[in-house]
């Protein structure tokens, strides 16, 4: 494992360093390079702020088994899947950030938030889980802060610091931070689901598309995330999870495989019930949509990335070597991967079909088309971004407790 996590660090090293390019390129030239515009107004960057929300509310909710639910065969991966959750949440962010034309008036959101809008609702759903999220990973981490607080290094100096002055571990101390870490993963339940669910509902209420327009979307938003989140989560303890190589390692991989294997039939199920209702009912601006992703220039993203490396593969290998930690994991890191091809099948289908018949011919000029894929700078910067977030998830890693359990009263470093 040590050497997929050099390669890691490998990875999001060239693409932080190759995507610089796509950042220099939206900040000094705004969005004259990117391919979508007035038709079609979403693309790429929204398309991975929707995937890695999901994903940081199906990692918290996996933690939650821990913290809320006491589920003690995860009990040494929840700060991971915590950790997780925060670092997916930061490179959703920083993608929609990139993707508003005036990314400093974000704040605006929240100084004169519309009380009626989906929108005004979600920028607060972020604000309190991204604060539940820090609060909740600092109470989960802050007795291996005290232990590491002795360590005569950069990582020791740290944890001193974040300890901000509370380094007593006695039991009673130690029952209390467990008691909130409770209150908090409950609480955390329905803030996650509301925060998902709400991006959705911003899909869902667009009695404009068609295509978004059904209550089902918040419900297939959920569940997307939690597939996404545990996929992820899975890979991510496979690499990085405490006592990798043990018995116990392998058990609670292959724990998390079968729970993800559950979440792929039910995406599955809603996913068929979706397009096969649509396409039966043809109704000409739903159907359309629906027909541009299965049999439209990309249908190879849906059918391809999609169903054949994102299910079939998967749900092969979790059927046929589910008791085997590394194919399990490398069956949740193919529905991670390919997961944002079911967010972009979402997006782009959606604004691809014309509101009005003949619109497509009626104006001509740059933005004034309904055909659509990235440009080299959406890839770049994309790649950028999450190339940081990996880099995030790296350092933090490596000086942070995030998987190393120490006994705070011995001192005495232990993995």
Do not use: C
């Not at 979403?42 to 088994?65: C, E, H, N, P, Q």
């Not at 303890?237 to 390692?249: K, N, R």
């Not at 609670?252 to 199920?269: E, H, K, N, S």
């Amino acid at each position: 494992m040590k050497n997929l996590q050099k390669l890691l660090w490998l990875v999001a090293i060239i693409g932080f360093v190759g995507g610089a390019y796509g950042l220099y390129d939206r900040l000094a030239h705004g969005h004259l390079d990117v391919s979508y515009g007035s038709y079609i107004p979403w693309g790429l960057w929204v398309g991975a702020y929707i995937y890695f929300i999901g994903v940081s509310a199906g990692a918290f909710l996996i933690s939650t088994l821990v913290y809320a639910f006491g589920v003690k065969r995860l009990e040494k991966i929840g700060k991971l899947s915590l950790f997780t959750a925060v670092v997916a949440l930061g490179v959703a962010m920083l993608s929609i950030w990139f993707d508003l034309g005036h990314p400093e008036r974000a704040l605006e959101l929240i100084l004169r938030t519309n009380i009626h809008s989906v929108m005004g609702w979600m920028i607060w759903f972020y604000s309190v889980y991204w604060l539940m999220l820090l609060v909740e990973l600092w109470f989960a981490l802050r007795p291996d802060f005290v232990a590491w607080s002795a360590r005569k290094d950069v990582a020791g100096s740290l944890a001193h610091f974040l300890t901000f002055g509370r380094r007593d571990v006695s039991a009673k101390v130690l029952a209390s931070d467990g008691r909130v870490l409770r209150v908090l993963g409950a609480l955390g339940i329905p803030l996650a689901i509301a925060l998902h669910g709400s991006v959705g509902a911003l899909f869902g209420v667009v009695g404009a598309r068609p295509y978004w327009n059904t209550g089902l979307t918040p419900i297939m938003f959920l569940v997307g995330a939690l597939l996404s989140g545990g996929a992820l989560t899975t890979f991510v303890v496979l690499i990085f999870g405490p006592d990798a190589g043990s018995q116990e390692h392998a058990e609670t991989v292959v724990f998390l495989g079968q729970i993800v294997l559950g979440l792929l039939a039910l995406d599955v199920i809603l996913e068929w019930a979706e397009y096969s209702i649509g396409l039966y009912a043809a109704i000409p601006a739903d159907a359309e949509s629906m027909r541009l992703a299965l049999f439209g220039p990309y249908a190879w993203v849906f059918w391809g990335i999609h169903v054949g490396l994102g299910v079939v593969i998967p749900a092969v290998i979790l059927v046929v070597r589910r008791h085997s930690p590394t194919w399990v994991g490398i069956a949740g890191l193919l529905i991670a991967a390919t997961f944002i091809a079911v967010r972009l099948n979402i997006v782009i289908p959606g604004l691809a079909v014309p509101e009005l018949q003949g619109l497509e011919a009626a104006f001509s000029g740059p933005g004034l088309t309904f055909s659509y894929f990235p440009t080299l700078t959406e890839w770049l910067l994309e790649v950028w971004v999450v190339s940081t977030g990996l880099l995030a998830f790296l350092i933090g890693y490596r000086l942070l407790p995030i998987v190393t359990r120490e006994t705070a009263g011995a001192g005495v470093a232990g993995e």
